[in-house]
């Protein structure tokens, strides 16, 4: 019998980088929890930033250490990939670029504005909505239309959504708020559609 040569489909996943210390390792966590998977975060000594993620995945627990991607797989499993190999077998799929005003951008960066950094923004799954970067974490999500700005914005702990209009994101507006990201963005379809 000889061994014939076979080629992997192609196939989309959704991956996140754990990158280093408890607020990347938190970011992870929710996001595996939030996608119906198993996660924690256990730190090796009293250093926060040397911790662990343990992922109960298809073959049992595996451990991400910082550096390594967490691959959502195609029937929703969650695994630790380490970043030599997603490199080479992973490429980021091409999304259509954020389209936004220059006057709500400006909000957007200086909403964020810390003195060092602000945010980036980067395609989302679904055009027209557009992913806030600040540093390495997402920050929230929106879109603008018909030149309105619609922000769902993370609460720093408890897991909330505020969603906040236009320049309510510089006056630090609390806007309306949600369980979910789900939910904010639903309600941003709904106040658009009227």
């Known amino acids: ?22 607020q990347s390792a938190l970011a992870v966590v929710k ?21 662990l993620i343990p992922i109960k995945t298809l073959e049992g627990t595996m451990y991400a250490a910082p550096g390594d ?9 969650f695994y630790p990939c380490k970043p030599d190999i997603f490199a080479l077998t992973y490429e980021r799929v091409s999304l259509a670029p954020v389209v936004i005003s220059d ?9 964020w504005d810390d003195g060092d950094n602000t945010v980036r923004l980067e395609p989302g799954e679904n055009a027209p909505w557009f992913v ?9 999500e929106g879109l603008e239309h018909d030149g309105v700005l619609y922000v769902a914005v993370h609460q720093s702990g408890g897991g909330l959504v505020s969603v906040i209009e ?9 806007g309306v708020t949600f369980h979910s ?14």
């Not at 996001?31 to 911790?51: F, H, K």
């Not at 006057?103 to 909403?111: G, H, V």
């Not at 806030?132 to 929230?140: I, P």
């Open 181 to 194: 990201m789900a939910e904010a963005k639903a309600y941003i379809q709904g106040r658009i559609a009227e």
């Open 31 to 51: 996001w595996i929890q939030s996608n119906g998977g198993q996660a924690s975060y256990e730190t090796v000594t009293m250093d926060t930033t040397q911790g």
């Open 69 to 77: 991607f967490i691959i959502r797989g195609v029937r929703g499993e």
């Open 103 to 111: 006057a709500n951008r400006a909000i957007m960066e200086q909403a």
């Open 166 to 174: 236009g320049e309510g994101l510089i006056s630090n507006d609390a």
């Open 1 to 22: 019998m000889t061994p014939r040569k076979y080629r992997k489909k192609p196939v989309e996943v959704e991956a996140l980088q754990f990158t280093r210390g408890q």
């Open 132 to 140: 806030g970067m600040h540093e390495d974490f997402e920050v929230c």
